[in-house]
């Protein structure tokens, strides 16, 4: 995306959202800085770090060869991308 003048636009900023908040079709900022599209998402009973608890399961692709799972509680804040990013 460009401005008027032709200099690349500025980002925005990603966004904070709870983990249970995110759905299908999202992009999140991961760890790395990468950005990676939620394909799904499951609540359910997880094994965290503070034990057996309601929690978020999010599947997400990077690119054609990374892939991975989170496992979060709900309120857990994630990196939601800015819709222009």
Do not use: N
């Amino acid at each position: 995306m460009t401005s008027a003048a032709g200099s690349p636009a500025p980002r925005s900023a990603p966004r904070p959202s709870a983990a249970q908040d995110v759905e299908v079709g999202d992009r999140l900022l991961l760890d790395d800085v990468s950005q990676a599209e939620v394909t799904d998402v499951r609540h359910g009973f997880y094994q965290l770090p503070e034990g057996r608890t309601l929690g978020v399961a999010i599947g997400w692709k990077s690119g054609d060869r990374k892939s991975g799972l989170l496992f979060r509680k709900g309120t857990d804040l994630l990196a939601r991308a800015a819709a222009d990013q």
